[in-house]
Every structure is written in C-alpha cells, then in structure tokens.
C-alpha cells in the first residue's frame, strides 16, 4: 500500500483554523516589535521612510506565506493520521477484520496506531474463536450428535464479547 498522501490540505477545517491561529500570533508578534522599535528611543530606534515601511510591509506578507505554508504541513502531520484512522475503523466497522492502521514514519498518533492495531489484533482473535466454535456447534449438528457441549463453548466465546452498553 503506498502510504503517501498527495495533498497537504486533508483536513481544512482543522487545518485553517490551526493556520489561522499561527498566522495571527505572527502578524502580532512581528507587529509588536515593529511598534516597539518605532514608538520607544532608544540608540538603535526605527525610523523608516515610506519606501522602507513598504519593503518592510512585503517581508512582512512573506513571511505570513511562509508561516501559512509551514503550519498546513505540520498540521498535515495530525490531520492526515486522523483521516487514516477514521477510514480504518470505518473498513473494520464495514466487516474488514484485516484492516490495520499504518502511519508514515514522521506522523503523529504512532502510539495510538499501534494500540488501536493491537486491539484490532485481539478483536479478530476473538472473532475466529467464535466462528471456530459455530463450525464445531454445526458439523455436531449436522453429524446428529448432541451438541450442547458445542455450543455451551459458543456461548463462553460469545460471552467474551461486550454487545450493548449494559453489559
């Protein structure tokens, strides 16, 4: 499976807002200072013509580029994890017992992945011992021999698993 995405953008709402957030703290960050020098005396003030205070004014619409571009590629790092888990859980809740959650190597969540694989593991282990158990309840049945001792072993693997809240 190849495990690359091709778009940075996979979660925008998500995404936006966490850029919108950097790109705000930038602009206030570099505004301050930008006040600071101009507003306080000191030996190294800004005093600026109107050529510098637009050169200024265009480092300034770069680096909120820059910074816009950089938080949608960190972000990109938990968004597009999370997209990967949901639609993994999505296949398992589809039937898919083989579905497992792989992350590339610098995303976030690895832990997470790991764990939820795990528990996936242990879910299609329990899921075979069932239908181990239903394929021995059957072939009794079908052979005419008593199958009670069959199935009282369904039922122990059955009970292994929680099916409504009030369990």
């Given at each position: 499976m190849d495990n690359r995405r091709q778009q940075i953008v996979i979660n925008k709402k998500f995404q936006f807002q966490y850029a919108i957030v950097v790109v705000a703290m930038t602009i206030f960050l570099t505004n301050l200072v930008i006040i600071f020098q101009s507003l306080f005396p000191s030996d190294g003030a800004l005093e600026m013509?109107?050529?510098?205070?637009?050169?200024?004014?265009?480092i300034e619409l770069m680096l909120v580029i820059g910074v816009w571009?950089?938080?949608?590629?960190?972000?990109?790092k938990v968004a597009g994890p999370l997209f990967v888990i949901?639609?993994?859980l999505k296949a398992v809740g589809a039937g898919d017992l083989w579905a497992r959650i792989s992350l590339r190597e610098?995303?976030?969540?690895?832990?997470?992945?790991?764990a939820i694989n795990e528990s996936l593991d242990q879910l299609g282990a329990r899921v075979e011992a069932v239908q181990v158990a239903a394929e021995t309840v059957r072939?009794?049945?079908?052979?005419?021999?008593?199958?009670s001792a069959q199935m009282e072993k369904l039922f122990i693997e059955l009970a292994t698993l929680r099916l409504s809240k009030e369990d």
């Open positions: 013509s109107s050529t510098q205070a637009w050169a200024i004014g265009l571009y950089g938080s949608l590629k960190s972000s990109h949901t639609r993994q610098r995303d976030m969540f690895q832990e997470e992945a790991a072939q009794a049945q079908a052979s005419g021999k008593d199958a």
